[in-house]
């Protein structure tokens, strides 16, 4: 089984926990690009930090759905638009 680990901050953690998150962003960076480009997962681990493998209250897990490229603003990537992977995580 496949499984892609994506580590959140607490605030994105939590709103795909409660549903009112959709999709998570990941740069369109080179290491991005190597991890999903051309790739498909069984699962995605998403985590709240960096928890111990028994922490399991700290760990969300969903299927792969892809994801779709979007050009977006938002605070966290600076003030300037840029091109993300925007991974379906609900």
């Known amino acids: 089984m496949t499984t892609l680990v994506l580590p959140l901050k607490a605030i994105y953690f939590n709103q795909i926990k409660d549903g009112t998150k959709d999709e998570e962003y990941r740069l369109m960076t080179p290491y991005w690009c190597k991890r999903l480009e051309d790739r498909t997962y069984d699962r995605i681990v998403l985590q ?35 091109g993300v992977f925007a991974i379906k995580v609900n």
């Open 48 to 82: 709240l930090g960096y928890p111990a493998q028994s922490d399991l209250a700290r760990r969300l897990v969903r299927p792969w759905r892809g994801y779709t490229i979007k050009t977006i603003t938002h605070p966290h990537f600076g003030p300037d638009p840029v």
